[in-house]
Nanobody
Framework: QVQLVESGGGLVQPGGSLRLSCAAS????????MGWYRQAPGKQRELVAN???????NSADSVKGRFTISRDNAKNTVYLQTNSLKPEDTAVYYC??????????????WGQGTQVTVSS
């Protein structure tokens, strides 16, 4: 069984920062891409950023220059540093990881989500 556990969400004022973390554990042989999506109320889930096992990154235009994704392969953990937060960044943030387990098939696994609220 594979688990992804997120942490770091919360309430922050506009212009503030948060660092989200997501650690994968369990039946893991190899992790490929990891990343973050978000879903605001009444909106579709959208990609925020992702990162390959080699460190290549991709991010949404709306967060470029403000959010930075990184990962620690030794810890099976992906991070999202969010700076200069805006009210429109308010959403539930979900991490995912493309994982090949020791037994079972390769698939995308998801965290439970962490709430980020940007408000004064």
């Amino acid at each position: 069984q594979v688990q992804l556990v997120e942490s770091g969400g919360g309430l922050v004022q506009p212009g503030g920062s948060l660092r989200l973390s997501c650690a994968a554990s369990g039946n893991i042989f190899s992790i490929y891409a990891m990343g973050w999506y978000r879903q605001a109320p009444g909106k579709q889930r959208e990609l925020v950023a992702n990162i390959t096992s080699g460190g290549n990154t991709n991010s949404a235009d709306s967060v470029k220059g403000r959010f930075t994704i990184s990962r620690d392969n030794a810890k099976n953990t992906v991070y999202l540093q969010t700076n200069s937060l805006k009210p429109e960044d308010t959403a539930v943030y979900y991490c995912y990881a493309d994982i090949r387990p020791y037994w079972g098939r390769r698939d995308d696994y998801w965290g439970q989500g962490t709430q980020v609220t940007v408000s004064s």
